[in-house]
């Protein structure tokens, strides 16, 4: 068992893993490590080391190293995670495991529509290849994950509704794990049926490297939509947000690919900078809601004006906004990037069941009218999977770190998990930034089933956790 974490790395360790990883395959503090250190929302630490290895073998030799060495590793994908369980620790002692040089397999089987990528290509790599052959992976976000990261955080994004999130896509992983015999787990495959009992593929997906490092990816892949078509809609004073997604569900089947909320107080953000945007928009005083249908002939359009009428007949919808798809997304996508710089603020990503989320955002806001009427609520985010990305902007001044995050969260997590039967944790994972709440709202039981599973797999303590034994160091919060 390791139990205490070196801060600086031996030369001669270093020496040992570069001759394993050959020419830039060990990055020094001397290296600029700044990309590896800090993710998109601040978060950050101090890497002893970055090990970029190129195949599975490489993984393999450098979990031996590190646990015969005594060192903790993190692997990291694309470093776009949202809750700082991507970067290292400030301890400058544990090892950074980059998967970006894990690129040698990229086998698009076109009769199975399936593709296995290696755990570095990133999803705007894999769509500009895929777009090639009329294809594509049907994850949408604002960031640029890779396969690994991907699988380890279950990505999800605003296409669930129609396509679902990774896990829904994947048929089967390759990963080793870091225990003693380096034991390399393959369920690569495009096989769409396989009921032979355990399915150890489930073990690496959005359990972000607690159990191993994935190293490729066996997922299924969609035919591009050949037409588009978005609205931005405002509801009648009257109508229950749940009723308009049940309309837009029937009236539009499947091809129904994006339900997204913005409130009023997100709509506010735009003022001043992006002004020229909020024509764009039905309303700026009420919620509006973005819709997308997708289909594979050209009637989108036509069918997005259809469901729109009825949605009007049926006394849903006040008003609607039609246009050029990329533009109508632009406000959706510039609201988040506006809100990720605010400060003090505290962002939060939930899920109840989706027949809540109207009462869930009254009770959310209610409460916090009582107990912090300073704050202001802004929400936004994939509603139709019940999802909600609540940002809450605080006063200057607010110290964002310790009693005021601590009650906040409190406040935030009680209503949304006791009170609706909800997650703390809807799409982003845990990490440091809400390892609290795991430990607060996920049962002991599942708890202890999971660290028995992880003792399994890394009997050595090597990979960093974020809940388990090697539990993550303190790292540097954002400001
Ligand atoms: C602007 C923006 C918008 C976003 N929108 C969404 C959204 O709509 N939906 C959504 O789900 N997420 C969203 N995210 C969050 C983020 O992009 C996802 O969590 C993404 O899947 C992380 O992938 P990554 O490759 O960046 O992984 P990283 O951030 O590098 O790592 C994330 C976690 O996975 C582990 N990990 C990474 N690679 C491996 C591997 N190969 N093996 C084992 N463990 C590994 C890391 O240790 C860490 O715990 C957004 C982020 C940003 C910045």
Redesign the pocket.
């Known amino acids: 068992m390791i139990d205490t974490v070196p801060a600086t790395i031996a030369p001669k360790v270093i020496d040992e893993f570069a001759r394993e990883l050959g020419p830039g395959g060990v990055l020094t503090p001397e290296d600029d490590l700044g990309r590896y250190e800090a993710?998109?929302?601040l978060w950050s630490g101090r890497a002893g080391l970055v090990l970029r290895p190129r195949c599975t073998e490489e993984v393999r030799s450098s979990l031996r190293i590190a646990r015969s060495s005594n060192l903790q590793v993190?692997?990291?994908?694309?470093?776009?995670?949202?809750v700082g369980?991507?970067v290292p620790d400030v301890s400058g002692g544990q090892v950074v495991l980059s998967?970006e040089r894990l690129r040698s397999s990229f086998l698009l089987d076109a009769a199975s529509r399936t593709l296995t990528a290696s755990?570095g290509w990133t999803l705007a790599e894999i769509q500009d290849r895929l777009a090639e052959d009329g294809l594509r992976f049907p994850i949408e976000?604002?960031?640029n994950?890779?396969v690994?990261?991907?699988v380890?955080?279950n990505?999800?994004?605003?296409n669930v509704i129609r396509y679902g999130d990774v896990r829904k896509r994947l048929l089967g992983v390759q990963?080793v794990l870091p225990d003693r015999a380096g034991t390399v787990i393959d369920t690569l495959s495009p096989l769409r049926k396989r009921n032979e009992g355990f399915d150890a593929t489930q073990l690496?997906v959005g359990t972000?490297?607690r159990y191993?490092?994935?190293?490729a990816a066996t997922v299924e892949v969609d035919p591009l939509p050949r037409a588009r078509a978005a609205a931005w809609i405002s509801l009648a004073i009257n109508a229950d947000l749940s009723s308009a997604v049940a309309h837009f569900e029937r009236s539009c089947g499947e091809t129904l690919t994006s339900f997204e909320l913005l409130s009023p107080a997100g709509i506010a953000l735009l003022k001043g900078q992006h002004s020229r945007l909020l024509q764009r928009l039905p309303c700026v005083d009420r919620d509006c809601l973005l819709i997308e249908v997708g289909t594979h002939d050209s009637s989108a359009e036509a069918l997005l004006q259809r469901s729109l009428e009825s949605a009007a007949d049926k006394g849903l919808l006040e008003d609607a906004t039609t246009g050029d798809v990329e533009s109508l997304w632009e406000i959706r996508r510039i609201v988040?990037?506006i809100t990720?710089r605010m400060e003090p603020a505290l962002s939060y990503d939930v899920s109840v069941p989706r027949g809540d989320i109207s009462r869930l955002r009254t009770t959310l806001r209610d409460c916090l009218a009582a107990s912090f009427p300073s704050v202001i609520p802004i929400e936004l985010g994939h509603v139709a999977d019940g999802g909600l990305h609540l940002i809450l902007a605080l006063p200057s001044g607010t110290p964002t770190v310790g009693h005021e995050q601590v009650g906040l969260d409190r406040l935030v997590f009680d209503i949304v998990v006791q009170g609706h039967g909800g997650s703390f944790s809807a799409?982003?994972?845990v990490?440091p930034k809400n390892h609290h709440a795991y430990r607060r709202y996920v049962p002991e039981e599942l708890r202890l089933l999971r660290e028995q599973l992880r003792q399994l797999c890394d009997p050595d303590d090597v990979l960093v956790g974020w809940a388990g034994q090697r539990a993550h160091g303190p790292i540097l919060m954002p400001e």
Do not use: C, D, K
């Not at 993190?74 to 949202?82: D, R, W």
């Not at 191993?212 to 190293?215: H, M, P, R, S």
């Open positions: 993710s998109p929302n993190l692997p990291q994908g694309a470093n776009s995670g949202l369980a991507s998967t755990a976000v604002g960031s994950p890779n690994g990261g991907m380890s955080t990505t999800a994004g605003a990963a690496f972000q490297g191993g490092v994935v190293t988040p990037a990720e799409e982003h994972g990490g």
